[in-house]
Nanobody
Framework: QVQLQESGGGLVQAGGSLRLSCAASGLTGSTYAMGWFRRAPGKEREFVGTISWDSSSTYYSDSVKGRFTISRDNAKKSVYLQMNSLKLEDTAVYYC?????????????????????WGQGTQVTVSS
C-alpha cells in the first residue's frame, strides 16, 4: 500500500520560514513526479509546486514563486518544500502527492487529477 506522510507544519510568524517534508512508502522505482498542494479555509485545494522525478524541472504557482522551493531525495523517496517569506495567506493544510510513475524527466503536473496518491496533510499557520 502506498502511503505519503507530511511533516514539518506548525505556527510561524509572517516573514518566517518552514520546511515541510513528505516521505513515501510502498512506491517502486523513482520515475514519478511529486507535488505540493494546499487548502486554505473556505477555499478549494490549489496547486503549490511540483518537481519532476529526476529534479530536472520544477514548476510553481505564481503565488509562491520566488518564496518556495521544492526538492526531492529519491533514495529516501521524499519531497521537501522550503517556504520562506511566509505570508498570512499561506495559512493552509499542505498536501504532498505523487503520480503513478513512468513520467518523463521534464514532467511537472499541476492539476490534482494528474496525481494518484496523497498524504493526509500538515497544517501551516502564519500569524502576524
Amino acid at each position: 500500500q502506498v502511503q505519503l506522510q507530511e511533516s514539518g507544519g506548525g505556527l510561524v510568524q509572517a516573514g518566517g520560514s518552514l520546511r515541510l517534508s513528505c516521505a513515501a512508502s510502498g512506491l517502486t522505482g523513482s520515475t514519478y513526479a511529486m507535488g505540493w498542494f494546499r487548502r486554505a479555509p473556505g477555499k478549494e485545494r490549489e496547486f503549490v509546486g511540483t518537481i519532476s522525478w529526476d529534479s530536472s524541472s520544477t514548476y510553481y504557482s505564481d503565488s509562491v514563486k520566488g518564496r518556495f522551493t521544492i526538492s526531492r531525495d529519491n533514495a529516501k523517496k521524499s519531497v521537501y518544500l522550503q517556504m520562506n517569506s511566509l505570508k498570512l495567506e499561506d495559512t493552509a493544510v499542505y498536501y504532498c502527492a505523487t503520480d503513478l510513475g513512468r513520467s518523463r524527466n521534464w514532467y511537472t503536473p499541476s492539476r490534482a487529477g494528474e496525481y494518484a496518491y496523497w498524504g493526509q496533510g500538515t497544517q501551516v499557520t502564519v500569524s502576524s
